[in-house]
């Protein structure tokens, strides 16, 4: 008796996990739009996590994973704009709102949650998209972030050109999580 | 019945435990989701050290950085006249020794180089290869090293009626550098300079020097350099002293001004270890600066270093 009941409580809690999905694939990039030059750098190594039961969802980029077209900027936005030595990742938590795990195809989510970038903390509001296809959860997302709201100094001596405004966007894939 | 109660007391309180435990858990469950995000390692992707210095110049020679494939970099030196040559010459900035130079990166580790100095009328030419990368895990290093080239040969009228070959000067140099901290950096450079054409058969045509140097950065922007040649041996050429240098690098995205004081006025190898004729501790100072500008050529799509 004692057993089954325990077996019981071990059961009930199982769902939490499988309900927990893993990011398989991802783009996130950023896109810096002057008059002098466009900036874009990408990155494919974003770690994310999904909870389709709570709708809770967690992201956490390593600064230094993006790349650039020139291999010289990119040193220089870890260097001395993001300075990822001491804030090596961009992260978000937060929750999905709008969103229905019984409903398939594509439906609209708006992520609120706090992001931190540099190593600020912002509550934010990203809206989105979010498709469930058999097994794959697939998200997409478009936002600006600020570039002073987290504290990143553009210096005036500079010969770069870079938007106070960049664009962010967010390509993800998620499967069902497995604990290894 | 009695026995029944017991189990139902344990049932109620393994119940309320883990009511507890989730109700907390969906408390936390954000911040653990990020935890747990943090904790995944990444499948062993090594993780290359970067900008150990600002530019491929310590001041007067070379640093372990080389220009990532596809980057053509622009290169303007310029060393003025000594500082004790006084006001009646504006402190030597009435007079100006010249580099003008390129550098190529033709993949990510190796790198090609030409230039013209003013001082002698020199032509150079390089050749510098990565052979280590710092950084940490699979096929990293504790250390930078790079291999160094180069040959000069001058060109001044005055020294036309030697042949060609007279008139050739080949440096070698290993270059090893480490990247203590974000601030930090040193490097050593042993050297060999071997010149055609001695003066007399005294004078040996290989002129043996160590290197030492390094970099504090002062903020984001600002680093101080420090450069020093000692040479085993000498050139017969008086007076002629070791090649000291301190400098300051400010960085402003795209380009890298370096201002210095050195007692060489030379800017390539050939030059500075061998012929400074200047005393630094005797005022025999100059100014200068090198300012760096590069240019992409070619995308860069990958990510190796």
Redesign the interface.
């Given at each position: 008796m004692k057993i089954y009941l325990l077996s019981l409580c071990l059961f009930a809690s199982l769902p939490l996990y499988s309900q927990q999905y893993q990011l398989a694939e991802s783009r996130v990039s950023f896109f810096s739009s002057a008059p002098m030059e466009n900036i874009e750098a990408i990155s494919s190594r974003a770690k994310s996590l999904l909870n389709t039961q709570t709708a809770e969802i967690a992201f956490v980029i390593p600064i230094k994973t993006f790349e650039f077209e020139k291999k010289l900027m990119q040193e220089h936005f870890n260097e001395n704009y993001m300075e990822s030595h001491k804030y090596p990742d961009a992260t978000f938590k937060g929750k999905l709102s709008g969103f229905n795990p019984q409903q398939k195809g594509v439906q609209k989510v708006v992520a609120r949650g706090q992001m931190n970038i540099h190593g600020v903390n912002r509550n934010v509001e990203a809206a989105g998209t979010l498709e469930y296809r058999d097994k794959e959860i697939y998200l997409t997302a478009v936002f600006p972030v600020k570039v002073a709201d987290y504290e990143v100094e553009i210096p005036s001596l500079v010969f770069y050109n870079i938007a106070e405004e960049v664009e962010v966007t967010v390509k993800a894939k998620y499967l069902p999580y497995e604990k290894k | 019945m009695k026995r029944n109660s017991w189990?139902q007391r344990?049932?109620m309180l393994?119940?309320t435990l883990?009511f507890t435990l989730?109700a907390a858990?969906?408390l936390q469950?954000?911040?653990e989701?990020?935890d747990?995000?943090?904790e995944?390692q990444?499948p062993a992707?090594p993780?290359y050290t970067?900008?150990t210095f600002k530019s491929t110049r310590l001041i007067n020679g070379h640093t372990i950085e080389t220009r990532?494939q596809g980057?053509l970099d622009f290169i303007i030196s310029h060393r003025f006249g000594r500082l004790n040559s006084g006001a009646y010459n504006l402190f030597g900035l009435d007079e100006a020794n010249i580099r003008l130079g390129l550098d190529y990166g033709l993949t990510?580790r190796l790198n090609i180089g030409f230039g013209r100095s003013s001082f002698e009328r020199v032509y150079d030419g390089f050749i510098k290869y990565k052979l280590l990368q710092q950084g940490n895990g699979k096929g990293t290093a504790p250390l930078s090293a790079v291999l160094f080239s180069s040959a000069a040969i001058g060109t001044l009228k005055s020294a036309n009626e030697l042949s060609l070959s007279n008139r050739l000067t080949y440096t070698w140099q290993l270059l090893l550098a480490r990247k203590f901290s974000?601030r930090l950096s040193l490097q050593l450079m042993p050297a060999v300079v071997h010149r055609n054409l001695s003066l007399t058969e005294e004078d040996s045509n290989d002129i043996y020097a160590l290197g030492a140097g390094g970099r504090y950065k002062l903020n984001?922007?600002l680093a101080l350099n420090f450069e020093y040649y000692y040479r085993f041996n000498e050139p017969l050429l008086q007076p002629n002293y070791n090649a000291l240098a301190i400098g300051l690098d400010i960085?402003?995205?795209?380009?890298v001004f370096q201002l210095h004081l050195t007692n060489a006025r030379a800017m390539q190898e050939r030059g500075f270890i061998t012929q400074t004729t200047g005393n630094f501790f005797d005022g025999d100072i100059h100014f200068g600066f090198n300012v760096s500008r590069?240019f992409?050529l070619r995308?860069?799509n990958q990510?190796t270093p």
């Open positions: - | 189990q344990i049932f393994l119940f883990l989730s858990h969906s469950a954000q911040d989701l990020l747990a995000l943090r995944q990444d992707q993780e970067t900008a990532s980057v990510n974000e984001k922007r960085e402003t995205g795209g380009h590069v992409q995308s860069n990510v």
